[in-house]
């Protein structure tokens, strides 16, 4: 089974430190990159399938489609069972982390700066869910 | 036809047999022809033999029957439907006849009866029969007769067939005689014969019966014997008549005369009788008669005759009216009563035979009569009671009409025989006693006491009405019944006694007792009752006591409320005298004022009062001596205590009573009241100082948010003349921004008692707007206020200071979502990129990339910081503004 790992972030430096730290602790899939919410939105509406495996770290401050906006659009358009959402705030504010609390895609907050401790217990949550045999 | 034919056949045999086709006529059948026709009285008498479709007459008497038409109907009728005796009375009268030729012209019958002559094989062959020109009944003898005839003719055609058989035998005349003898015997009829030659006068059996000759066969006398016996008064003219006969050839005579028979009694003989036979001159030879005793029918007729003119009397006499009718409803007869009633109602007379239905009657009485007529023509024997209608007489006449069917011989119904008896008076004397019964049934069942009669056992006989009213009982559940058991258990004794007096002949009035209602509560009766010995009754009336009762306890109550009052109550009641010395005190100051009434007697009334008050007294005193109006005065008095009590004086002017002599004073206590309505006045002050000078407004608006009221504060709190705002709407001076919350907590107000609402803003005088805070009362059940009521404050100034400090609230969010989010990317980049570098994990190739991140961010962080200090300095300078 394909393996994807989404980065939704409009700011490059956190990308740069996100993807240092998905290869330092070895989280292996194709990387793909989106500025902001509508252009991953884009890419799911054209290349979404059960056959896959998403694992999305999504910012929620980014210019033309947020975080909270992509969100909703992404309910609509996709199922929690081969995907998992990792929101990235910079904010440690509650009310932020209500919204999405019952949400079934989203697996975890994560607050920024991103450490490789925090990735590394990212990948025994994906591992848990979509097994072992997917990191290739 | 076969079977006419086989008859017409059979006919002939029989005639052939008795050798009568084309025989010569007979002397002996012209005999019994003649006899037939002189028993019948007819003057035609027929043997007629039929033969195919062919008549023949082998005997006729009376006519000349070459002369008569051919054709006659009748005897082919007796032959066709073999009618063994056919009578037509009246030709004219039956359709079948009357236009038969024998009717129409020659002989002109109008009379017809025929006996059909049959042989012992029952055939017919033949008719006798008897025809005249006159209509006439047959009497039950003559038919008789014919029948005799008939069968001795058909006897002698039996006889006449042996004589042919024994070779024609010369039959003796002799014999024949006899045979003739020997039919005249056989019709049981007085037939006497005289053969005036010889005069001897022959009777058969029944004329020597006739005339009390036991002797069978004919006695023969001589006519000088026969004369003997006839009355000496009838002897002349009977033989008159006998003589007058003789020249008209034919003519039968009939006479009535007396004779005497064996025992010398007297008898009425009817002799009818002609000449058989005539010599060749024309003298009489042999007179034949028959003879009847009409003694017993002349009696009758006679007695007939007075019973009838004692009935027709009896009938016509009478003013009831009596009249039949048949089955057809027509009238059979009536009597002269009906008649003229029946002129007087159709202004014509009803003949018999006109129907007694005539639509002048009157649709309704027509259906009536003829369903009673139908009733009796039924069997049915019945009497109606009926208003007779007589336009003569003014005055209503009735009348009680017994209907009774006829019935003929054979039990068949005929018609109705009616009569009515007039019963007027009696009907008018009912209806006058009986509307006497209802008017004193009325006047009795009127009557609001108990109208009642007891008999000497105590059973109620007759009640009124006003027994149900009173007692609760129908009349109908006492009549009967014993009258004590009605009574009130307690009084049945005191009854009992009474009635004793009453039936003793004491007339009792106004005895009291008490009764039972049928729903079980005691009703006080007052009674008057008295015997009327002849008749052993009790007449009693009786008089609902209750209210009287009542009234008696009203007064005594009354009597007792006036003690109560006087002694109890909390007024006092005094009586002074000109100078206001006390005459009488009522007991009642010992509780009010603490002081037995004794000690005011004597003592002068000014000496209790307050000073303040003394000359208020005083002139007030002076004025109900002079006016006889009741005056009120309220001062101050001393107790026993010495405290000052307010008290309130009626006092009236009682002094030119003779039995009272002063001014009567009613005194009450007020002191409490004096207390409240100086408490209210006082509260009515403060109300009215908060209303007026106070910061709040108040005002009351109707259920649409109009002001009904407002308070003078709007001067103040809205810089409004409450008049400007009274009759406007509140919502014409709210901010429409707030209309709808205010409307939402407005409309709360009409459901709930109190409600507050939230500040919103109003336009003042100036016509800035000013926030109120209200809370709002419903009293719309209060109808003095009838609104709801509000009480505002202007809380401009609070308000205002609240959004001030939210404005501040807004700018510290700012501020701190800057930290959250602005001031922690920056500083969140920075912590990763410095981690990195600790860890040491950049390639060579990254350093620069690395460094630039680095210096970027900071960047970033001065930019922050500095827009920081920018937004604080715009807070400070918002508190500074306040």
Redesign the interface.
Known sequence: MKYELILVEDDPIFTFLLEKAIKGVGLAGTILNFANGLQAIEYFKHNYTLEHNYVIFLDLNMPIMDGYEFMDVFNEMAKSKNTMVFILTSSRSQNDMDIFEHNPFVSRYITKPISEATIKSLKELIEEKFGNQTIV | MKRNKNKGRARQNILESYGLLDSPKEKLYDDITSLAASICNAEICLITLVRDTKEFYTSHFGITIDKAPEGTAFFQYMFTNKIQELIVTDTTNDPKFIKDPWVESHPNINFFAGVLLMSPTDTPFGVLSVMDSKPQELKSYQRKALHTLAQQIIQLFELRKTTIRLEKTKVALKSKEELLNSILESIEIGVWKWEKTSDFIQLNTEGAKIIGKSTKGYKQLTREDWNSRIHPHDLEQTLNKLENCFPNKNEAYTISYRIFDQQKDIIWIEETGKVLKWSENLQPVIVQATLFNITEELQNAAKLEITKRNQEALINGTKDLLWSVDTQYNFIIANKAFEQMIKANLGRKLYPGESALQKEFGKENLIKWKSYYDRALRGEQFSIKEKLEDPSNPETAYGLISLSPIYGNSNEPLGVSCFSKDITEEVLLQQVTLKAKEETDKILNTSLDIICTVDRNGHFLTINKACFRIWGYTPQELIGKKYIDFVFPDDKNASLEIEKLVVRGEKIRYFENRYLHKTNYVVPMIWSANWDEDEEIMYCVARDNTEIKIAAEQLANSELRFKALVQEGNEMIGIIDENANYIYVSPTTTKILNIDPDTFVGTNALEYIHPDDQKMIQSKLLEIIDNKKPITVSFRFKNKEGEWLWLETIATNKLDEPHIKGIVLNTRDITERKRVTEQLARSERRFKTLVQEGTELIAIFDQEANFTYVSPTSNRTLNIQPELLVGTNAFEHIHPDDHEEVYAQFLETLQKPQVYIHPFRFKNGNGEWTWLETIATNKTEEPTINGIVVNTRDVTDRVLHLKEIEEQNKVLREISWNQ??VV??PV??L???I??LK?D?IETEEKE?VFN?II??AEEIDNIIKNNVEQTTRLTDLENLK
């Open positions: 959250s989010h922690r990317a969140a980049r912590m990763g990129l981690n990195l860890e994990a990339k991140f970027s961010s």
